[in-house]
C-alpha cells in the first residue's frame, strides 16, 4: 500500500500571495501523484498531477514540484484569489496497470480577500 | 468529456438497514472504479478498488460483507452499504478510471450516507 501524509491541516493567505502545501510518500514505488480541489457540496475535481518522470509541472498559476529522493511532493498556487478557497488533496498511486490511489487528509485553503 | 453520476446524492437510513448507491461513467471506459468513504474530517478512506471482469480486492477494515459490490460493466458500478450504523455515516464517493486515459481518477459527486 502506500501512506501519504500532507501538511498543513489549515492554510490561510492573503488574496495575491502563494499557498504551498506539501505531502510525503513512504512507497518509493509510488509513480503518480495527481492533487484535487474540493468544494463544499462538490466532488474533487482534478487540478494538476506529475508522474515520476518529471520533478516539475506548470499549469498557469498550479506549480506541483516532485523530490522522488525526499518522497515528497507539494503544490504551490502562486497569486491566490478568494476562488481559490477550498480542500485540497494530495495523492499517490503506486504499483502498474489497475492503481489503488491513497490519499493525504486534505488541506483547508481559505484566500483572504 | 468524462463525468462520473453518482446517485442517490442524499440517503437517509434506520440503523441495521441496507442501502445501495450506483456509479455511472458517461464518455469514457471505467475500467477501474475505486469506492471511497470521506469522513467528516474530510479523510478519504479507500474501500475497494474493483476492475470489470476481475476480483475486487478490498482494504483492510472494509469487507465484501459489509460492502458487497458489482462492476458489471464499463460503465457502471453499484456498492451496498449492509446494515448500516452510525460509523457508515459519510460521503461515499466513486471513483472511475480508464486505464486508455492513464492514471486520471474522475469522481462523481457522492452519496451521502445518514444513518438515524
Known amino acids: 500500500g502506500e501512506q501519504v501524509e500532507q501538511l498543513p491541516s489549515i492554510l490561510r493567505v492573503q488574496e495575491r500571495s502563494s499557498a504551498s502545501i506539501n505531502c510525503t510518500y513512504e512507497?518509493?514505488?509510488?509513480?503518480?501523484f495527481p492533487w484535487y480541489k474540493q468544494e463544499p457540496g462538490e466532488n474533487p475535481k482534478l487540478i494538476i498531477d506529475?508522474?515520476?518522470?518529471?520533478e516539475r509541472k506548470q499549469i498557469q498559476g498550479l506549480i506541483v514540484l516532485l523530490d522522488k529522493k525526499a518522497k515528497r511532493f507539494s503544490l504551490h498556487i502562486t497569486d491566490t484569489q478568494p476562488a481559490d478557497s477550498a480542500m485540497y488533496f494530495c495523492?499517490?498511486?503506486?504499483?502498474?496497470?489497475?492503481?489503488?490511489?491513497?490519499f493525504g487528509k486534505g488541506t483547508s485553503l481559505t484566500v483572504i480577500p | 468529456g468524462a463525468l462520473v453520476y453518482q446517485y442517490p446524492r442524499r440517503t437517509i437510513c434506520k440503523s441495521g438497514t441496507s442501502m445501495r448507491m450506483e456509479c455511472q461513467a458517461v464518455?469514457?471506459?471505467?475500467?477501474?472504479v475505486a469506492w471511497y468513504r470521506q469522513s467528516p474530517q474530510k479523510t478519504f478512506e479507500l474501500i475497494a478498488l474493483?476492475?470489470?471482469?476481475?476480483?475486487?480486492?478490498?482494504e483492510q477494515n472494509f469487507t465484501q460483507e459489509k460492502f458487497p459490490i458489482s462492476h458489471p460493466n464499463l460503465s457502471f458500478s453499484s456498492m451496498t452499504v449492509l446494515n448500516a450504523y452510525l460509523e457508515d455515516r459519510g460521503l461515499y464517493l466513486c471513483?472511475?478510471?480508464?486505464?486508455?486515459?492513464?492514471?486520471?481518477?474522475?469522481f462523481g459527486a457522492g452519496t451521502r450516507l445518514s444513518v438515524l
Open positions: 495523492a499517490a498511486s503506486v504499483g502498474r496497470g489497475y492503481q489503488n490511489f491513497y
Open positions: 512507497n518509493s514505488a509510488s509513480n503518480y
Open positions: 506529475i508522474r515520476s518522470n518529471m
Open positions: 464518455g469514457f471506459q471505467a475500467t477501474s
Open positions: 474493483s476492475t470489470v471482469n476481475s476480483a475486487i480486492k478490498y
Open positions: 471513483g472511475a478510471r480508464d486505464e486508455a486515459l492513464q492514471n486520471t481518477l474522475y
